[in-house]
């Protein structure tokens, strides 16, 4: 965390003859000496587009920079002076990873280094050297730059080659004289990165931790292809600098030549939504002709000797994840292009079209959205459009469905002028995800007691065997989920691949594979012993690893991950009499730790993104448990950078996909008054403000004639069969926009703006009267959900209406009272809550109304389940059912997600009963809710020092004994819950010593 900004003299640099290439690592070293005398301080600043690692020395010193909008690029401070050597050669070295893409947490810029070491003597001397001539530079000629996109969320997994690299490349006296000098591209203050900001918080961690055991050994035998295209970038030029969808119809196609004919077996380990079936030499196989195996869908087909024409159909909107297949066939093959003279650099791959795209219908048409995306569902229902569309419309889908008859070369040039040949770089070399989730053969083997030593923190290695036939794989446990960086070590023949799989989740066994995400790591070894650490980051808790082509037993020194997050001390605490609560505590805790990185992010594995909405509820849970303002205060400062993108805000930040969830701002500003609730920031509150009053001042263009909030956008709250279309008025999201008035006009009276205090307090006034008046069942005795843009009332009530009312205040007198009613029994017709983050608002309705017990019988019973299925973090969704049963093999998406980690803020707020009645905590009430518990005990993190602590007991008599323990400097009200009687023992902690 920087003190300081830096005086930047140095100069951006990059390498090469592109500005952003696709998937780059490049590395940059420059020697130097130092001089003898001594220096009272040595720092070295450094920012880089998109990642780097920083050495000095062959010391690992950093990774970063901290995500930023490209405006403010973020750059970090580190305090290197006890790694130089004075009088002796010493090396600044960098690794950087330029993803050449957007993905949900970067924005493309272009490739570039910026690094500055300043050394400050004794006597007021200085001696600098920064980024700029005389730097070298070389791309890491190890790393396969076709590695696959790991999801449309995350930029590339990782495929390295040790035999064409010298990992000594970040030591003072390695040979450098075959790189090449880095050019100077720019000052500081170029574009894209207007402006340099310095990080705002501290480093995150990193700590050894090894697994707990090898879970299972098999020998396997790989399908002879695999591989993952990327369509998106091929089917729309330009696409590599958003990370929006693109919604198009066309094909991505290549032929398969045998010598003879066969039966071979096509599997999609991963299909998008967009994938429409495929075509074999003019046969159609839709989705329902597919075999599916956990994830994965297969079809056994008959291949031709020769040329075999293989098309797969697209239609629909592609977020960038990739087409992951592979082909199993008993004869020899090789996939080629139809196409003539194929160029170098191109793979066997083409594609045709898109014939029908966004692209084209805006230039063609004005009507609304759902009528736009008529041709293209027309494409994907493989029918014809109706005649409103025009004759163009109709030309191109007929011409969208006469391509996928097509069965030979010959046929394909009727579409030449939709055809083009797909580049290597969409088209990876394999797709791991598809290598270790389909195999041709798999014999499960015991596992030997002497290859428990890979888990193990001591020098004996664990002896990985071979077999005659297949290749070895072995399932490493870490007991937990974790996040952060693969290390490996390991003695192997030169040549040797390991192949490395995180996943979250097995049982019996079984395993559920990652949902379209390539959550994988290719290594070749080079000649001997030899350590690798992924600079790309993972969440798992089983890491598959596959051992191929090594000609004797590889001793393996050990498995284990860098764990990695914002560095959070555990204050919080909390224990009681009944073990379940505990433990799910214990892992909502765990949970929201392995979530907080340089932001919140959503989990750990899948996006490692900043989705707004949900930062609200982890920041209050995040209180409770370390504290942790610095990295509340840093997501909210981020969110107003999206201006530019939508005046709305985006519901992800930074990243280049530009989405609005309009809740997602309300919970924002939301979240910036209880941050100055937490820590009574006044300068905070009049900074956030005017970002708060620009995005609240649009939302309020966007009323109706009745006064209530209508727009086109995702209009989201919870995973379950709510009424919430896209166009029209969404009940639940009005409902928000009124609390989220109430707290604009509270930022507006403590900036001092009264002027917007009142239009605010009377905007959510009468934005909550025309709910009452618009959205109101009498027939119901409740709200409905929306009101479609035609003007169709939903015949569809939710829970999730109801609960959102009373949390915003919406119903007075015999309708809130009504509503409470449902808390405790929901109307057999209503939806109920559908996920763990909905249930967090649940509970603060049920807390608002004091039915604490039923919140504690709700969190044992929807978490209990989790613990049953032995989770050490919380899950996503609740279990998944299947026929009225849980199913075990599909229980939820993300095993990780912070959005779910409810039960660590309310066991805290409401068992031990701890709350704040002022701004920055100087007054503390602590009013204990026993909910059946025998005694609880535990501690909630102050602000700025200190802790609260309680502890209580209930005896036999029924009386509560309650102790407290607050700092000197807080004022503290006790109270025992209503009916109870007991005592009440309040110790101060001075600050004298």
Not at 222 to 248: H, L, T
Not at 268 to 292: C, I, W
Not at 627 to 634: D, H, L, N, P, S
Request: proline fraction near 6%; glycine fraction near 8%; include cysteine.
């Amino acid at each position: 965390m920087n003190s300081v900004r830096t005086e930047w003299h140095a100069h951006w640099i990059w390498g090469g003859t592109e500005e952003s290439p696709r998937n780059q690592w490049r590395c940059f070293r420059r020697t130097f000496e130092v001089p003898v005398e001594g220096w009272n301080e040595g720092t070295l600043s450094i920012s880089a587009d998109s990642r780097y690692v920083l050495y000095v020395n062959g010391e690992q010193v950093g990774r970063g920079p901290s995500r930023s909008w490209p405006s403010e690029q973020s750059y970090d401070t580190y305090e290197v002076g006890h790694l130089l050597r004075p009088g002796q050669p010493n090396t600044i070295a960098a690794l950087v990873q330029h993803f050449g893409v957007s993905t949900f947490y970067y924005i493309r810029g272009r490739g570039g280094l910026l690094c500055q070491l300043e050394l400050t003597g004794e006597s007021g001397n200085s001696f600098r050297i920064g980024t700029g001539e005389g730097w070298l530079t070389s791309r890491y000629l190890g790393q396969d730059e076709r590695a696959p996109r790991m999801s449309c969320q995350h930029a590339f997994t990782e495929k390295v080659d040790a035999r064409e690299w010298d990992s000594g490349w970040i030591q003072p006296h390695y040979e450098d004289n075959h790189w090449e000098l880095a050019s100077v591209i720019g000052e500081v203050g170029m574009k894209p990165w207007d402006s340099l900001v310095p990080r705002s918080i501290p480093q995150l961690t990193e700590e050894s931790v090894h697994p707990s055991r090898i879970e299972s050994l098999s020998r396997v035998v790989p399908v002879p292809w695999s591989g993952c295209i990327d369509m998106r970038n091929q089917m729309i030029p330009g696409s590599e600098s958003d990370a929006n969808a693109y919604r198009y119809a066309g094909y991505a196609g290549t032929s398969i030549r045998v010598r003879e004919a066969c039966e071979a077996v096509i599997v999609f380990s991963y299909t998008p939504p967009h994938f429409q079936g495929m075509v074999l030499n003019g046969k159609r196989y839709g989705k329902t002709d597919f075999e599916a195996v956990r994830s994965e869908k297969w079809v056994r087909v008959a291949l031709e000797k020769g040329d075999n024409l293989l098309l797969m159909a697209l239609a629909g909107d592609d977020h960038g994840r990739g087409i992951f297949m592979g082909l199993d066939c008993p004869v020899p093959f090789e996939l080629v292009s139809p196409l003539e003279d194929p160029s170098p650099g191109l793979s066997p791959f083409f594609s045709i079209g898109p014939m029908v795209s966004y692209e084209y219908i805006d230039h063609q048409y004005s009507q609304e959205d759902r009528r736009k995306q008529a041709l293209i569902t027309a494409c994907g229902r493989n029918e014809l459009p109706g005649p409103e569309y025009g004759e163009e419309g109709s030309r191109l889908v007929s011409a969208y469905l006469a391509a996928g008859q097509a069965a030979s070369r010959e046929e394909l040039s009727a579409f030449r002028e939709w055809i083009r040949p797909v580049p290597e770089a969409f088209v990876s070399q394999e797709s791991l995800r598809t290598l270790c989730s389909w195999k041709k053969e798999e014999e499960a083997m015991p596992v030997p007691a002497q290859l428990q030593s890979i888990v193990a923190a001591n020098s004996a290695p664990g002896v990985i065997p071979v077999y005659e036939t297949g290749d070895t794989e072995f399932i490493v446990d870490f007991g937990r989920q974790l996040s952060g960086y693969v290390t490996f070590e390991v003695e192997a023949e030169e040549g040797t691949i390991l192949d490395l799989y995180g996943f979250e989740y097995m049982r019996d066994g079984w395993i559920q594979h990652t949902y379209y995400l390539e959550n994988t790591l290719r290594y070749v070894c080079r000649e001997g012993r030899q350590r690798y650490t992924s600079p790309i980051r993972r969440g798992l808790r089983y890491l598959m690893v596959t051992v191929r082509g090594a000609g004797k037993p590889v001793p393996c020194y050990g498995i284990r991950m860098e764990l990695s997050h914002f560095p959070a001390p555990e204050i919080g605490k909390f224990h009681s009499s009944d073990s379940a609560l505990n433990e799910i505590w214990r892992i909502s805790r765990h949970t929201t730790k392995l979530c907080m990185e340089d932001t919140f992010v959503d989990c750990p594995a899948y996006e490692q993104t900043f989705w707004v909405g949900d930062s609200r509820n982890e920041a209050l849970i995040a209180y409770y448990l370390f504290g942790a303002e610095e990295i509340v205060k840093r997501c909210l400062e981020l969110v107003p950078g999206s201006k530019d993108q939508s005046p709305l805000f985006a519901d992800q930040v930074p990243s280049g996909w530009s989405s609005v969830i309009p809740n997602w701002t309300f919970f924002w500003v939301n979240a910036c008054v209880e941050y100055y609730e937490r820590t009574g920031d006044l300068g905070f509150a009049a900074s956030i403000y005017p970002h708060a009053a620009y995005t609240l001042d649009h939302y309020l263009m966007k009323r109706d004639e009745h006064g209530l909030l209508s727009l086109d956008a995702w209009n989201f709250l919870d995973w379950a069969p709510i009424d919430q279309p896209r166009e029209g008025i969404v009940s639940h999201q009005n409902m928000f926009l009124v609390k989220a008035l109430q707290g604009g006009a509270q930022l507006a009276s403590l900036a001092g703006d009264t002027a917007k205090e009142a239009e605010y307090t009377t905007a959510a006034r009468n934005l909550a009267e025309s709910i009452n008046y618009h959205l109101w069942s009498e027939e119901k005795q409740a709200y409905l959900d929306c009101i479609h843009a035609d003007g169709r009332k939903s015949t569809i009530f939710s829970m999730q209406s109801q609960v959102v009312a009373l949390l915003c205040g919406i119903p007075e007198g015999g309708r809130k009272a009504e509503l409470e009613r449902m808390l405790l029994t929901p109307p057999e017709d209503f939806v109920p809550i559908g996920s763990p983050f909905m249930s967090f608002f649940y509970y603060e309705a049920l807390d608002q109304a004091g039915l604490y017990k039923t919140m504690i019988e709700d969190i044992r019973q929807q978490y209990g389940e989790m613990l049953e299925y032995e989770a050490t973090t919380c899950w996503e969704m609740y279990p998944k059912k299947k026929d009225g049963r849980t199913d075990e093999h599909n229980l939820t998406r993300s095993h990780c997600h912070a959005w779910s980690a409810a039960p660590a803020y309310f066991l805290g707020a409401v068992v031990l009963g701890v709350r704040s009645s002022t701004p920055g905590w100087r007054k503390v009430i602590v009013e204990p809710n026993p909910c059946g518990l025998t005694w609880a005990r535990g501690s909630v993190p102050l602000p700025e020092e200190g802790r609260v602590d309680v502890s209580w007991k209930a005896g036999a008599d029924g009386k509560l004994h309650l102790q407290v323990w607050v700092p000197e400097t807080v004022d503290v009200e006790v109270r025992l819950p209503d009916g109870v009687e007991g005592t009440v023992e309040v110790h101060r902690q001075s600050r004298r010593t």
